[in-house]
């Protein structure tokens, strides 16, 4: 029994969308062995995700709605991981800076009971 999953937000909406186009892409343009995929496979997998999610691929005014260009997937993506790699830098100075602090606080306490 296949059931149809339910995409909440738009945003979800465009993402799936631009997976769809995303893995699409690798079938155009492209023999096998310049591409290092199955491509066949890939038309498979882009069947099945815009029939599981309920997306025309092919549907220009999607397309429209939900394309991401001029950026690419990849590109995002790379975006998203320089950004987590920033938050996570900043994390650990902050962490680094309320450390030290926090045993300036120590050492000054102790020198101000004796």
């Known amino acids: 029994m ?35 995929v199955d491509t066949e496979g890939l038309e498979v ?21 939900y394309s991401v260009e001029p950026l690419s997937l990849p590109h995002i993506f790379g975006l998203g991981l320089a950004g987590k790699q920033q938050l996570e830098e900043y994390a650990k100075s902050q962490l680094v800076r309320v450390s030290c602090l926090y045993l300036f606080r120590l050492m000054f306490s102790k020198g101000t009971r004796a």
């Open 2 to 36: 296949a059931h149809t999953i339910q995409v909440n937000s738009e945003l979800e909406k465009r993402l799936v969308f631009n997976i769809i186009q995303y893995l699409k892409s690798f079938t155009i343009g492209g023999s096998e062995s310049d591409l290092h």
């Open 45 to 65: 997998a882009v069947q099945c995700i815009s029939a599981a999610f309920s997306l025309d691929p092919n549907s220009q005014e999607l397309a429209a709605q």
